[in-house]
C-alpha cells in the first residue's frame, strides 16, 4: 500500500485538500471515517482500507480508483496519469476534435468520463418540498447550528453540478490554473468578487443581489450573521430575503392570505405550513420551515425589535386555521404585540368603501444607507419575488399608504383584535351547542 498512500497524499496536496476537508466529503458519500484515519491511510500506517473507502476516495478526488491504488498506466494513457478525470475527458474531448479536423480516425481510448449529474426527483425546488431531505437533516441535527469554515465552496459546487460542467471547465470559465475551482470548492482557495462573478454568471446565478451575497459571504463578511448557517443548505432567493429582512430599518406589509410570518403563534405557524403542504403534511418540512421562522422572529422582535408596520384583511382574522383553539391563540399573540411601541397592527375590515390592492399580499423593506431605495417582496408559490425597479416599489409605497387609510385606527387596534376574539369564542361555543 506504499504506493496507494503516496499517491493520496500527492492528489490531496495537488488538490489542496485537508484531512478534515476529505473527511467531509467522504461523509456527502455516507462513508463514515474520522480525520485521522485519513492521516494514517496518507502515511501508509492504515494499511486496509476498504474496498467502499478507497472507491469513494477516487470518487472525492476525482482519480480513477486504479491510478489510486497504484497501477502503472498504458503507454498512450501516460501523459494523463494524475489528472483528474474531468481533465483527462476535456484533453480527450480536444485531441478528437483535432483528430477530426484533420480527418484521422478517433483514437477511441477508454478514458473514464466525468461523473454527471443524475436526475433527482428532489433536486428542484418545489411548491410541496421547498427543502431537501438532507437539508432538513442537516438543519435538524445538533450541530447545525456550526458555521464550517469554508464558507462559499459547498453551494458553489451544488451550482455548477447542476449546470453540468466538471471542475475543468469551470476553470476555463475563469482563466485560471487547473484545479483552481477545486480548491475553491474545498474552502482552500478564496475567489476574488471579479471570479466570483463570473463563475456565478455561468452557472446561472444572473441576479445581482444574489452575487453580491455570495462575495460577501465569501469575504467572511457574513459570519455572525444569524442565518449563515443556512446559507449553505436554502434556496438562495430566501437567504437574500433573510439578510435584508435582517438589516431592514422598516418592514411595511399587507396580509390579505395569512397572518404575516413574523407576527405569527407557533401553533398557527405550524397550521400554515401544514396547509400549503397540504394532503402532504410532510411533518419534517413543516418542522424546518417552522424553525427557520421562529429564528427570525427571534433575531428580528427580541434582538433587534425592528418596525413592523402590518395591515391584516380582517376575513384573515377570521379564518380558523388550525381549529379555534390555535386561532384563539394566533388573536391573543396580536393583541400582545400591538402593545408594543415598534409594532403597528391594522386591521383592515371587509364591505364596501375599503381599498383592496390588487396581486395580494406584499412585503416593503426599508435598508440601511442615505437614499438607498426600498425593495419589495411578493410571496409566489415557488419562489418570493424581489422587486426593486423604483417605479414598481413607489406602487407599493402607494397601495399600502391607501391601506393604511382604509384601514381602522391603529391605536384601537387591540380593541378590534378583541373583539374578533370574542366574535370566534362566541361562535365557537354557539357550534358546539
Known amino acids: ?106 483514437i477511441g481510448w477508454d478514458i473514464p468520463p466525468p461523473p454527471q449529474l443524475g436526475e433527482r ?9 421547498p427543502y431537501l431531505p438532507e437539508e432538513v437533516e442537516r438543519a435538524l441535527s445538533p450541530d447545525a447550528d456550526h458555521i464550517p469554515p469554508n464558507r462559499v465552496g459547498a453551494r458553489l459546487r451544488e451550482l455548477r453540478l447542476k449546470a453540468e460542467l466538471s471542475t475543468a471547465e469551470a476553470d476555463l470559465v475563469v482563466g485560471t490554473e487547473a484545479g483552481w475551482v477545486d480548491g475553491v ?37 457574513l459570519d455572525d450573521r444569524w442565518w449563515f448557517p443556512y446559507f449553505q443548505r436554502l434556496p438562495m432567493w430566501l437567504v437574500v430575503f433573510m439578510e435584508m429582512e435582517d438589516s431592514s430599518e422598516l418592514i411595511r406589509t399587507f396580509s390579505s392570505d395569512s397572518v404575516p410570518p413574523l407576527l405569527q403563534h407557533p401553533e398557527y405557524a405550524v ?89 395580494g399580499p406584499f412585503t416593503l423593506m426599508r435598508l440601511p444607507g442615505d437614499g438607498r431605495p426600498d425593495v419589495v417582496w411578493l410571496p409566489h408559490l415557488v419562489e418570493d419575488l424581489l422587486l426593486s425597479d423604483m417605479p414598481l416599489v413607489k406602487a407599493y409605497h402607494m397601495a399600502h399608504t391607501r391601506l393604511s387609510m382604509s384601514a381602522g385606527d391603529p391605536d384601537r387596534s387591540g380593541n378590534g383584535l378583541a373583539r374578533i376574539r370574542e366574535r370566534v369564542v362566541r361562535e365557537a361555543l354557539t357550534g358546539r351547542g
Do not use: C
Open 271 to 359: 397550521a400554515v405550513r401544514q396547509a400549503a403542504h397540504h394532503p402532504e403534511t410532510a411533518a419534517d418540512q413543516v418542522e424546518f420551515g417552522v424553525k427557520i421562522l421562529r429564528d427570525r422572529q427571534r433575531r428580528l422582535l427580541e434582538e433587534r425589535t425592528t418596525k413592523i408596520w402590518a395591515v391584516i384583511q380582517e376575513s384573515v382574522l377570521l379564518d380558523d386555521l388550525g381549529g379555534t383553539d390555535v386561532q384563539v391563540a394566533q388573536l391573543d399573540l396580536l393583541i400582545e404585540l400591538a402593545q408594543r411601541p415598534e409594532i403597528t397592527i391594522q386591521i383592515n375590515p371587509g364591505g364596501p368603501g375599503r381599498y383592496r390592492p390588487r396581486g
Open 1 to 106: 500500500m506504499d504506493m496507494f498512500a503516496a499517491r493520496l497524499d500527492e492528489i490531496m496536496k495537488r488538490r489542496g485538500l485537508t484531512d478534515r476537508n476529505v473527511r467531509d466529503k467522504l461523509a456527502e458519500l455516507d462513508v463514515k471515517v474520522s480525520h485521522v484515519y485519513v492521516v494514517q491511510m496518507r502515511q501508509g500506517k492504515a494499511t486496509n482500507p476498504t474496498i467502499g473507502v478507497v472507491k469513494a476516495l477516487a470518487e472525492v478526488l476525482n482519480v480513477r480508483t486504479s491510478w489510486l491504488l497504484g497501477e502503472s498506466d498504458p503507454s498512450s494513457d501516460a501523459p494523463f496519469a494524475g489528472l483528474s478525470n474531468a481533465s483527462r475527458e476535456a484533453m480527450r474531448v480536444m485531441l478528437e476534435l483535432a483528430r477530426r479536423a484533420d480527418r484521422l480516425a478517433p
Open 121 to 129: 426527483a428532489d433536486a428542484k425546488l418545489s411548491a410541496v418540498h
Open 185 to 221: 470548492e474545498a474552502g482552500s482557495t478564496t475567489p476574488s468578487t471579479r471570479m466570483l462573478q463570473q463563475l456565478l454568471s455561468r452557472y446561472g446565478v444572473m441576479d445581482p443581489f444574489q452575487q453580491q451575497l455570495f462575495a460577501a459571504a465569501a469575504r467572511g463578511d
